[in-house]
Protein backbone atom coordinates (compact mmCIF):
# COMPACT_ATOMS: atom_id res chain seq x y z
CA UNK A 1 0.00 0.00 0.00
CA UNK A 2 1.17 3.43 -1.10
CA UNK A 3 0.69 6.68 0.90
CA UNK A 4 -1.81 8.01 -1.45
CA UNK A 5 -4.12 4.25 -0.82
CA UNK A 6 -3.18 5.07 2.59
CA UNK A 7 -5.02 8.23 3.14
CA UNK A 8 -7.73 7.17 1.07
CA UNK A 9 -8.48 4.38 3.41
CA UNK A 10 -8.41 6.23 6.51
CA UNK A 11 -9.95 8.84 5.11
CA UNK A 12 -13.10 6.59 4.34
CA UNK A 13 -12.91 5.15 7.83
CA UNK A 14 -12.38 8.97 9.61
CA UNK A 15 -8.49 8.21 10.96
CA UNK A 16 -6.54 10.54 8.59
CA UNK A 17 -4.91 11.85 11.79
CA UNK A 18 -2.78 8.31 11.76
CA UNK A 19 -0.52 9.88 8.45
CA UNK A 20 -0.16 13.53 10.18
CA UNK A 21 3.38 12.89 11.40
CA UNK A 22 4.10 11.05 7.77
CA UNK A 23 6.59 13.27 7.05
CA UNK A 24 8.99 13.09 9.92
CA UNK A 25 9.71 9.18 9.93
CA UNK A 26 12.06 7.51 8.51
CA UNK A 27 11.61 5.76 5.13
CA UNK A 28 11.78 2.48 7.12
CA UNK A 29 9.11 3.84 9.74
CA UNK A 30 7.05 5.16 6.72
CA UNK A 31 7.12 1.63 5.15
CA UNK A 32 6.09 0.48 8.62
CA UNK A 33 3.28 2.35 9.40
CA UNK A 34 1.73 1.60 5.69
CA UNK A 35 1.77 -1.98 6.37
CA UNK A 36 0.33 -1.71 9.52
CA UNK A 37 -2.45 0.43 8.22
CA UNK A 38 -3.26 -1.99 5.27
CA UNK A 39 -3.55 -4.81 7.84
CA UNK A 40 -5.69 -2.87 9.72
CA UNK A 41 -8.54 -5.16 11.14
CA UNK A 42 -11.81 -3.12 11.29
CA UNK A 43 -14.21 -4.84 12.78
CA UNK A 44 -14.13 -2.34 16.07
CA UNK A 45 -15.95 -0.10 14.40
CA UNK A 46 -18.83 -2.38 13.97
CA UNK A 47 -18.25 -3.41 17.96
CA UNK A 48 -18.14 0.81 18.60
CA UNK A 49 -21.88 1.13 16.51
CA UNK A 50 -23.40 -2.30 17.87
CA UNK A 51 -21.26 -3.63 21.40
CA UNK A 52 -22.12 -7.18 21.90
CA UNK A 53 -24.78 -7.16 25.24
CA UNK A 54 -22.80 -8.79 27.78
CA UNK A 55 -25.00 -7.43 30.62
CA UNK A 56 -25.80 -11.45 31.06
CA UNK A 57 -29.91 -10.09 30.72
CA UNK A 58 -32.16 -12.94 29.98
CA UNK A 59 -29.94 -15.03 30.91
CA UNK A 60 -31.57 -18.37 32.71
CA UNK A 61 -28.71 -19.53 35.52
CA UNK A 62 -28.81 -22.46 37.46
CA UNK A 63 -25.77 -24.34 39.38
CA UNK A 64 -23.94 -26.59 37.30
CA UNK A 65 -22.71 -30.07 38.43
CA UNK A 66 -19.24 -30.77 38.87
CA UNK A 67 -16.42 -33.34 40.04
CA UNK A 68 -15.07 -32.68 43.35
CA UNK A 69 -12.00 -33.64 45.12
CA UNK A 70 -13.42 -36.94 46.78
CA UNK A 71 -15.01 -38.28 43.57
CA UNK A 72 -11.36 -37.62 42.07
CA UNK A 73 -9.64 -38.95 44.61
CA UNK A 74 -12.04 -42.32 44.87
CA UNK A 75 -11.70 -42.79 41.14
CA UNK A 76 -8.37 -41.36 40.74
CA UNK A 77 -7.07 -44.72 39.23
CA UNK A 78 -9.47 -45.63 36.36
CA UNK A 79 -8.85 -42.01 35.38
CA UNK A 80 -5.32 -41.93 35.41
CA UNK A 81 -5.17 -45.07 33.16
CA UNK A 82 -7.73 -43.52 30.54
CA UNK A 83 -5.51 -40.24 30.67
CA UNK A 84 -2.17 -42.02 30.10
CA UNK A 85 -3.29 -44.00 27.66
CA UNK A 86 -4.70 -41.02 25.52
CA UNK A 87 -1.28 -39.18 26.04
CA UNK A 88 0.72 -42.41 24.56
CA UNK A 89 -1.12 -42.75 21.76
CA UNK A 90 -0.29 -39.37 21.03
CA UNK A 91 -4.03 -37.77 21.33
CA UNK A 92 -3.44 -34.72 23.69
CA UNK A 93 -1.38 -31.82 22.53
CA UNK A 94 -0.75 -28.50 24.86
CA UNK A 95 -1.39 -24.53 23.80
CA UNK A 96 -0.05 -22.21 25.98
CA UNK A 97 -1.08 -18.39 25.70
CA UNK A 98 1.48 -16.20 26.06
CA UNK A 99 0.37 -13.43 23.92
CA UNK A 100 -0.80 -10.97 26.83
CA UNK A 101 1.35 -7.63 27.86
CA UNK A 102 1.05 -8.40 31.26
CA UNK A 103 0.97 -4.87 31.94
CA UNK A 104 -0.36 -5.04 35.76
CA UNK A 105 3.28 -6.96 36.65
CA UNK A 106 5.21 -4.26 34.78
CA UNK A 107 7.76 -5.84 32.94
CA UNK A 108 9.07 -5.45 29.53
CA UNK A 109 9.21 -8.32 27.25
CA UNK A 110 7.12 -11.77 28.03
CA UNK A 111 5.70 -12.78 31.16
CA UNK A 112 7.01 -15.96 31.31
CA UNK A 113 10.75 -14.61 30.45
CA UNK A 114 10.41 -13.17 34.43
CA UNK A 115 12.96 -14.53 36.70
CA UNK A 116 10.89 -15.43 40.08
CA UNK A 117 13.78 -17.10 41.65
CA UNK A 118 15.86 -15.61 44.85
CA UNK A 119 18.93 -17.46 45.05
CA UNK A 120 19.01 -18.65 41.63
CA UNK A 121 16.96 -17.87 38.05
CA UNK A 122 13.87 -19.35 37.60
CA UNK A 123 11.46 -18.13 35.10
CA UNK A 124 8.04 -18.61 34.77
CA UNK A 125 8.54 -21.24 31.61
CA UNK A 126 11.16 -23.22 32.65
CA UNK A 127 8.90 -23.79 35.99
CA UNK A 128 5.90 -24.49 33.91
CA UNK A 129 7.77 -26.80 31.58
CA UNK A 130 9.28 -28.41 34.63
CA UNK A 131 5.92 -29.75 35.61
CA UNK A 132 5.22 -30.74 32.53
CA UNK A 133 8.13 -33.07 32.10
CA UNK A 134 6.91 -34.58 35.24
CA UNK A 135 4.24 -35.94 32.93
CA UNK A 136 6.33 -36.55 30.26
CA UNK A 137 8.64 -38.66 32.95
CA UNK A 138 5.57 -40.57 34.49
CA UNK A 139 3.74 -41.48 31.01
CA UNK A 140 7.05 -42.06 29.01
CA UNK A 141 5.71 -39.95 26.22
CA UNK A 142 5.77 -35.99 24.94
CA UNK A 143 3.14 -33.82 24.74
CA UNK A 144 3.54 -31.73 21.14
CA UNK A 145 3.35 -28.09 22.90
CA UNK A 146 1.90 -25.02 20.77
CA UNK A 147 2.71 -21.58 22.36
CA UNK A 148 0.55 -18.14 21.29
CA UNK A 149 2.51 -14.86 20.95
CA UNK A 150 1.32 -11.57 19.80
CA UNK A 151 3.57 -9.12 18.28
CA UNK A 152 4.63 -7.46 21.04
CA UNK A 153 6.92 -10.61 22.30
CA UNK A 154 7.25 -12.84 19.13
CA UNK A 155 10.98 -12.44 18.88
CA UNK A 156 11.73 -12.42 22.79
CA UNK A 157 9.69 -15.45 23.29
CA UNK A 158 11.43 -17.44 20.35
CA UNK A 159 14.70 -16.24 21.17
CA UNK A 160 14.13 -17.29 24.79
CA UNK A 161 13.09 -20.55 23.94
CA UNK A 162 15.95 -21.28 22.10
CA UNK A 163 18.45 -19.31 24.06
CA UNK A 164 17.35 -21.92 26.92
CA UNK A 165 17.15 -24.88 24.66
CA UNK A 166 13.01 -25.45 25.24
CA UNK A 167 13.63 -26.00 28.73
CA UNK A 168 14.79 -29.68 27.44
CA UNK A 169 12.15 -30.00 25.66
CA UNK A 170 12.64 -31.29 22.06
CA UNK A 171 12.55 -28.64 19.80
CA UNK A 172 10.82 -30.07 16.79
CA UNK A 173 7.76 -30.49 19.01
CA UNK A 174 7.69 -26.64 20.10
CA UNK A 175 5.28 -24.19 17.85
CA UNK A 176 5.00 -20.71 18.10
CA UNK A 177 1.78 -18.80 16.50
CA UNK A 178 1.11 -15.65 16.09
CA UNK A 179 -2.36 -13.69 17.48
CA UNK A 180 -3.88 -10.94 15.92
CA UNK A 181 -3.79 -7.46 16.92
CA UNK A 182 -6.48 -4.83 17.32
CA UNK A 183 -6.21 -0.91 17.62
CA UNK A 184 -7.09 1.02 20.93
CA UNK A 185 -9.08 4.21 20.04
CA UNK A 186 -10.15 7.17 22.53
CA UNK A 187 -13.41 8.19 23.63
CA UNK A 188 -14.38 9.54 20.51
CA UNK A 189 -13.32 6.12 18.49
CA UNK A 190 -10.12 7.87 16.65
CA UNK A 191 -7.26 5.36 17.19
CA UNK A 192 -4.63 6.32 19.44
CA UNK A 193 -1.21 6.84 17.84
CA UNK A 194 1.24 5.35 20.46
CA UNK A 195 4.47 7.15 18.32
CA UNK A 196 4.72 9.25 15.29
CA UNK A 197 4.93 6.55 13.38
CA UNK A 198 2.46 3.74 15.08
CA UNK A 199 -1.06 3.55 16.21
CA UNK A 200 -1.13 1.98 19.66
CA UNK A 201 -1.88 -1.91 18.92
CA UNK A 202 -2.14 -4.76 21.71
CA UNK A 203 -3.18 -8.36 21.20
CA UNK A 204 -7.03 -8.93 20.77
CA UNK A 205 -7.13 -10.93 23.96
CA UNK A 206 -6.88 -14.80 24.50
CA UNK A 207 -10.42 -15.77 22.64
CA UNK A 208 -8.89 -15.86 19.26
CA UNK A 209 -6.80 -18.75 20.04
CA UNK A 210 -7.68 -21.70 18.07
CA UNK A 211 -9.03 -19.37 15.18
CA UNK A 212 -5.60 -18.55 14.64
CA UNK A 213 -4.14 -21.96 15.12
CA UNK A 214 -6.32 -22.76 12.34
CA UNK A 215 -5.07 -19.60 10.01
CA UNK A 216 -1.62 -20.31 10.78
CA UNK A 217 -2.12 -23.98 8.84
CA UNK A 218 -1.63 -25.85 12.93
CA UNK A 219 -4.82 -27.89 12.12
CA UNK A 220 -3.76 -29.76 9.50
CA UNK A 221 -0.42 -30.12 12.03
CA UNK A 222 -2.49 -31.63 14.51
CA UNK A 223 -4.78 -33.87 12.69
CA UNK A 224 -1.20 -35.07 11.12
CA UNK A 225 -0.27 -35.80 14.48
CA UNK A 226 -3.89 -37.79 15.47
CA UNK A 227 -4.20 -35.06 18.32
CA UNK A 228 -8.04 -35.27 19.80
CA UNK A 229 -7.85 -33.26 22.80
CA UNK A 230 -5.82 -29.60 23.39
CA UNK A 231 -5.12 -28.36 27.06
CA UNK A 232 -4.53 -24.85 26.82
CA UNK A 233 -3.37 -22.88 29.87
CA UNK A 234 -2.45 -19.20 30.84
CA UNK A 235 1.58 -18.31 31.62
CA UNK A 236 1.10 -16.73 34.52
CA UNK A 237 -0.13 -19.92 36.67
CA UNK A 238 3.41 -21.03 38.20
CA UNK A 239 1.60 -24.28 39.58
CA UNK A 240 -0.15 -24.82 35.91
CA UNK A 241 -0.25 -29.15 35.93
CA UNK A 242 0.02 -29.26 32.33
CA UNK A 243 -1.59 -32.43 30.72
CA UNK A 244 -2.50 -34.13 33.98
CA UNK A 245 -3.14 -37.43 32.94
CA UNK A 246 -5.69 -37.64 36.09
CA UNK A 247 -7.82 -34.38 34.57
CA UNK A 248 -7.56 -35.58 31.42
CA UNK A 249 -8.95 -39.10 31.68
CA UNK A 250 -11.65 -37.76 33.75
CA UNK A 251 -12.56 -35.47 30.76
CA UNK A 252 -12.35 -38.41 28.64
CA UNK A 253 -14.62 -40.36 30.89
CA UNK A 254 -17.62 -38.13 31.34
CA UNK A 255 -18.20 -37.57 27.61
CA UNK A 256 -17.74 -33.89 27.92
CA UNK A 257 -16.50 -31.08 24.97
CA UNK A 258 -14.94 -29.39 28.12
CA UNK A 259 -12.92 -30.16 31.40
CA UNK A 260 -12.28 -27.31 33.17
CA UNK A 261 -10.27 -26.98 35.96
CA UNK A 262 -11.51 -25.26 38.65
CA UNK A 263 -11.04 -24.00 42.48
CA UNK A 264 -13.32 -24.31 45.04
CA UNK A 265 -14.74 -21.24 46.24
CA UNK A 266 -15.39 -21.37 50.22
CA UNK A 267 -15.93 -17.59 50.42
CA UNK A 268 -19.03 -16.44 48.48
CA UNK A 269 -17.52 -13.46 48.01
CA UNK A 270 -14.31 -14.14 46.51
CA UNK A 271 -13.63 -12.42 43.25
CA UNK A 272 -13.51 -15.37 40.54
CA UNK A 273 -15.37 -16.43 37.23
CA UNK A 274 -17.65 -19.45 37.97
CA UNK A 275 -19.19 -21.96 36.23
CA UNK A 276 -22.91 -22.62 36.03
CA UNK A 277 -25.75 -23.23 33.70
CA UNK A 278 -27.59 -20.82 31.54
CA UNK A 279 -30.46 -23.31 30.70
CA UNK A 280 -29.24 -26.26 29.74
CA UNK A 281 -25.92 -25.03 28.34
CA UNK A 282 -22.58 -24.38 30.47
CA UNK A 283 -21.87 -21.02 31.16
CA UNK A 284 -19.36 -18.76 33.38
CA UNK A 285 -21.29 -15.60 35.72
CA UNK A 286 -18.65 -13.60 37.06
CA UNK A 287 -18.53 -12.88 40.67
CA UNK A 288 -20.32 -9.10 40.51
CA UNK A 289 -22.88 -10.95 38.97
CA UNK A 290 -24.15 -13.30 41.64
CA UNK A 291 -26.57 -12.27 43.38
CA UNK A 292 -26.25 -12.04 47.20
CA UNK A 293 -28.74 -15.47 47.53
CA UNK A 294 -27.08 -16.71 44.42
CA UNK A 295 -23.51 -16.64 46.23
CA UNK A 296 -24.27 -17.96 49.55
CA UNK A 297 -26.90 -20.92 47.97
CA UNK A 298 -25.96 -24.35 49.12
CA UNK A 299 -25.76 -27.41 47.60
CA UNK A 300 -27.19 -30.91 48.99
CA UNK A 301 -24.15 -31.68 50.57
CA UNK A 302 -23.75 -27.70 52.49
CA UNK A 303 -20.92 -26.67 49.23
CA UNK A 304 -21.61 -24.00 47.55
CA UNK A 305 -23.39 -24.25 44.82
CA UNK A 306 -21.93 -21.54 42.48
CA UNK A 307 -18.28 -22.48 43.56
CA UNK A 308 -16.50 -23.79 40.33
CA UNK A 309 -14.41 -21.08 39.86
CA UNK A 310 -12.19 -21.34 36.65
CA UNK A 311 -8.62 -20.86 36.36
CA UNK A 312 -7.29 -20.93 32.62
CA UNK A 313 -6.78 -24.50 32.49
CA UNK A 314 -9.27 -25.82 29.87
CA UNK A 315 -9.35 -29.16 27.78
CA UNK A 316 -10.70 -29.04 24.48
CA UNK A 317 -12.35 -31.90 21.98
CA UNK A 318 -10.60 -30.61 18.80
CA UNK A 319 -13.68 -31.75 16.97
CA UNK A 320 -15.46 -29.89 18.76
CA UNK A 321 -13.52 -26.81 18.33
CA UNK A 322 -13.31 -27.22 14.69
CA UNK A 323 -17.37 -27.73 14.66
CA UNK A 324 -17.58 -23.66 16.21
CA UNK A 325 -14.61 -22.09 15.13
CA UNK A 326 -17.09 -20.04 12.98
CA UNK A 327 -18.87 -18.52 15.30
CA UNK A 328 -18.70 -15.28 16.60
CA UNK A 329 -17.28 -14.74 20.28
CA UNK A 330 -18.43 -11.50 22.08
CA UNK A 331 -15.87 -8.98 21.99
CA UNK A 332 -15.54 -7.31 25.70
CA UNK A 333 -14.84 -3.78 25.19
CA UNK A 334 -12.27 -2.79 27.98
CA UNK A 335 -11.53 0.96 29.32
CA UNK A 336 -7.39 0.98 29.50
CA UNK A 337 -4.62 3.13 30.13
CA UNK A 338 -3.13 3.27 27.00
CA UNK A 339 0.22 4.67 25.87
CA UNK A 340 0.05 7.34 23.78
CA UNK A 341 1.97 10.35 22.46
CA UNK A 342 1.63 13.55 23.64
CA UNK A 343 1.71 17.01 22.66
CA UNK A 344 4.97 17.44 23.46
CA UNK A 345 5.95 14.89 20.91
CA UNK A 346 6.72 12.63 24.32
CA UNK A 347 5.20 8.96 24.54
CA UNK A 348 3.48 8.53 28.31
CA UNK A 349 1.08 6.59 29.98
CA UNK A 350 -1.66 8.27 31.53
CA UNK A 351 -2.81 8.23 34.68
CA UNK A 352 -6.04 7.30 34.75
CA UNK A 353 -8.42 5.10 31.54
CA UNK A 354 -7.86 7.47 28.20
CA UNK A 355 -9.61 4.66 25.89
CA UNK A 356 -10.44 1.34 24.83
CA UNK A 357 -9.10 -2.12 23.90
CA UNK A 358 -11.05 -4.57 22.37
CA UNK A 359 -10.91 -8.11 23.76
CA UNK A 360 -11.83 -11.66 23.43
CA UNK A 361 -11.95 -14.07 26.09
CA UNK A 362 -10.88 -17.46 25.78
CA UNK A 363 -13.91 -18.49 28.70
CA UNK A 364 -16.60 -17.50 25.95
CA UNK A 365 -15.38 -19.97 23.70
CA UNK A 366 -15.72 -22.61 26.83
CA UNK A 367 -19.64 -21.88 26.41
CA UNK A 368 -20.14 -22.88 22.85
CA UNK A 369 -18.53 -26.16 23.36
CA UNK A 370 -22.05 -27.13 25.02
CA UNK A 371 -20.73 -29.63 27.55
CA UNK A 372 -18.47 -28.82 30.47
CA UNK A 373 -17.44 -30.79 33.37
CA UNK A 374 -16.11 -28.57 36.17
CA UNK A 375 -13.20 -30.95 37.94
CA UNK A 376 -11.75 -29.56 41.56
CA UNK A 377 -8.17 -28.96 41.92
CA UNK A 378 -6.21 -28.63 45.14
CA UNK A 379 -5.54 -24.82 44.77
CA UNK A 380 -2.34 -25.05 46.78
CA UNK A 381 -0.98 -27.29 44.30
CA UNK A 382 -2.06 -26.01 40.86
CA UNK A 383 -3.14 -22.61 41.67
CA UNK A 384 0.15 -19.54 42.09
CA UNK A 385 -1.03 -16.74 39.65
CA UNK A 386 1.56 -13.61 39.02
CA UNK A 387 -0.80 -10.98 37.36
CA UNK A 388 0.86 -8.15 40.35
CA UNK A 389 4.39 -7.53 41.45
CA UNK A 390 2.89 -7.36 45.00
CA UNK A 391 0.00 -8.31 47.23
CA UNK A 392 -2.75 -10.37 46.01
CA UNK A 393 -1.86 -13.15 42.85
CA UNK A 394 1.30 -11.63 42.64
CA UNK A 395 5.10 -12.66 42.56
CA UNK A 396 5.46 -12.80 45.97
CA UNK A 397 1.87 -14.93 46.69
CA UNK A 398 3.05 -17.58 44.05
CA UNK A 399 6.88 -17.35 45.67
CA UNK A 400 4.91 -18.57 48.64
CA UNK A 401 3.12 -21.60 46.94
CA UNK A 402 5.86 -22.83 45.37
CA UNK A 403 7.95 -22.96 48.65
CA UNK A 404 5.29 -24.48 49.91
CA UNK A 405 4.89 -27.59 46.96
CA UNK A 406 9.00 -27.93 47.27
CA UNK A 407 10.47 -25.86 44.61
CA UNK A 408 13.50 -24.48 45.62
CA UNK A 409 14.41 -20.80 45.03
P1 LIG B 1 -4.48 -11.79 31.39
O1 LIG B 1 -5.92 -11.62 31.26
O2 LIG B 1 -3.91 -11.87 32.76
O3 LIG B 1 -3.76 -10.61 30.57
O4 LIG B 1 -4.05 -13.06 30.55
P2 LIG B 1 -2.26 -10.17 30.44
O5 LIG B 1 -2.20 -9.36 29.18
O6 LIG B 1 -1.28 -11.29 30.53
O7 LIG B 1 -1.99 -9.26 31.72
P3 LIG B 1 -2.48 -7.77 32.02
O8 LIG B 1 -3.98 -7.83 32.09
O9 LIG B 1 -1.99 -6.91 30.90
O10 LIG B 1 -1.83 -7.46 33.33
C1 LIG B 1 -4.35 -14.38 30.89
C2 LIG B 1 -3.59 -15.27 29.93
O11 LIG B 1 -4.01 -15.06 28.58
C3 LIG B 1 -2.90 -14.69 27.78
C4 LIG B 1 -1.86 -14.16 28.74
O12 LIG B 1 -0.56 -14.22 28.17
C5 LIG B 1 -2.07 -15.05 29.94
O13 LIG B 1 -1.46 -16.31 29.74
N1 LIG B 1 -3.34 -13.67 26.80
C6 LIG B 1 -3.98 -12.55 27.22
C7 LIG B 1 -3.05 -13.90 25.49
O14 LIG B 1 -2.46 -14.93 25.10
N2 LIG B 1 -3.47 -12.94 24.59
C8 LIG B 1 -4.10 -11.81 24.96
O15 LIG B 1 -4.42 -10.98 24.09
C9 LIG B 1 -4.37 -11.61 26.31
Not at 39 to 59: I, Q, V
Not at 94 to 117: E, F, S
Not at 217 to 227: N, R, Y
Request: glycine share 8%; net charge negative; hydrophobic share 40%.
Amino acid sequence: MNFEQAKALLAAHGQEHLLRYYDELSAAEQATLLQTIANMDWSFEEELKNPTDLTGAGRDIKPIKGMDLPEIEARKAEFEAIGVEAIKAGKVAAVLLAGGMGTRLGVDGPKGAYDIGITKPLYIFEQQMKNLLEVVAKVGAYVPLYIMTSDKNHEATTSFWAEHNNFGYPAELVKFFKQDMAPAVDYDGKIILETKGMPAMSPNGNGGWFATMKRAGLVEDLHEKGIEWLNIYAVDNVLQRIADPVFVGATIATGVNCGAKSISKTNPYEKVGVLCQDGDKPDIIEYYELTDEMANEKDENGNLAYRFGVIMNYLFRLSKLEEIVEQKIPVHIVEKKIECLCEDGITRKPDKENGKKFETLAVDLVKLTGSVLPYVVVREKEFAPIKNKTGVDSVESARELLKLNGVEL
